[in-house]
């Protein structure tokens, strides 16, 4: 009884694929179609991913060499190209290839003193490499650039954004005692205060950022 059981479901699969190979021989064919496809977008993605780094890697080797002379204007036009060529290459590129070409064109416009477009650099920066740890570093130099054209409320949302940044800013404690400072210079010690106990709350372990944020808050305290 078993063995006539087991011949009638054999019968009843090969009838089954007899009646229906055409679907699954082209189910088949879109399935192996698919996995091929995945497999080598995953090597192309690779290999992209890596030819953009070396790419990235040149132009800062470039700044490198320039990056003394950027208020020199002998080498003007030759900053000038390598700016264009960073910005283009920025442009098209997502990642951490992307998110480096507009530090290194931060860095340009920061060395000029040209706080409004250092400013722009860095925050594209930080969106093409929000997953890396240009992120928060961007962020950080966005909030520096702000400050500078005397935007102190702009400079503090990039400061919490930093600090609250879902990849670990290793100066996180220096970028939340900057928002007190900034807080304190629009007169709000309300707020300073309130910054300078998060050091106090958030990094117990370091010593130098406790010993800061203690003497802030009992000079507001004292006022």
Not at 17 to 39: A, D, M
């Amino acid at each position: 009884m078993k063995d006539e059981n087991t011949v009638n479901i054999g019968e009843k699969i090969n009838n089954f694929i007899q009646k229906n190979r055409k679907g699954i021989f082209i189910t088949t064919g879109v399935i192996v179609f698919l996995c091929i496809g995945f497999v080598t977008f995953i090597g192309l993605q690779d290999v992209f991913r890596k030819k953009a780094i070396i790419a990235v890697e040149e132009l800062d080797d470039r700044f490198d060499n320039l990056r003394f002379y950027l208020e020199d204007v002998n080498y003007t036009s030759e900053i000038n190209t390598l700016l264009s060529d960073v910005t283009e290459f920025a442009n098209k590129t997502s990642g951490y290839a992307g998110s480096k070409a507009w530090t290194i064109a931060a860095q340009i416009y920061t060395g000029r003193g040209e706080w409004k477009q250092a400013e722009d650099a860095w925050i594209s920066a930080s969106k093409k490499g929000a997953k890396t740890y240009l992120g928060p570093l961007s962020l950080f130099n966005a909030a520096v650039a702000a400050e500078e054209q005397g935007k102190y409320e702009l400079a503090i949302e990039y400061l919490e954004s930093c600090v609250s940044h879902q990849f670990e800013f290793p100066a996180a404690p220096r970028a939340q005692f900057s928002i007190g400072r900034l807080y304190e210079q629009l007169n709000n010690n309300t707020a300073a205060v309130e910054a300078y106990r998060a050091i106090l709350i958030n990094w117990q372990d370091i010593p130098i950022w406790q010993h800061l944020a203690r003497s802030r808050i009992t000079a507001i305290e004292v006022k």
